[in-house]
């Protein structure tokens, strides 16, 4: 089991930054990757970005490339997600995701945090 606890989101005014972190705990060692999500109502759920938890690869969606950068500290435990120049568009709920391999893939997510960008 892995339990995912993010944190930092708020609301921010176009053009800011915000950083949010999601912890995680539990079956860590066994994690494959971790990912950013984000959802508005009645819209799906859609990546955001994406990092491997041992190579430390990363991948970004169209919209936000150039603008978020995901990083994970040196235990592997933590993701953040760096968001710049922030639009309108980018408000939602954002929630991390995690892969974990053992014995079968397990998805995890985490409760999800409300970024709301608007003056």
């Known amino acids: 089991q892995v339990q995912l606890v993010e944190s930092g989101g708020g609301l921010v005014q176009p053009g800011g930054s915000l950083r949010l972190s999601c912890a995680a705990s539990?079956?860590?060692?066994?994690?494959?990757?971790m990912s950013w999500y984000r959802q508005v109502p009645g819209k799906e759920r859609e990546l955001v970005a994406a990092i491997t938890t041992s190579l430390g690869r990363t991948n970004y969606a169209d919209s936000v490339q150039g603008r978020f950068t995901i990083s994970r500290d040196n235990a592997g435990n933590t993701v953040y997600l760096e968001m710049n120049s922030l639009k309108p568009e980018d408000t939602a709920v954002y929630y991390c995701?995690?892969?974990?391999?053992?014995?079968?893939?397990?998805?995890?997510w985490g409760q999800g945090t409300q970024v709301p960008v608007s003056s």
């Open positions: 539990g079956s860590i060692a066994t994690i494959y990757d």
């Open positions: 995701y995690a892969r974990e391999y053992s014995m079968e893939w397990n998805h995890y």
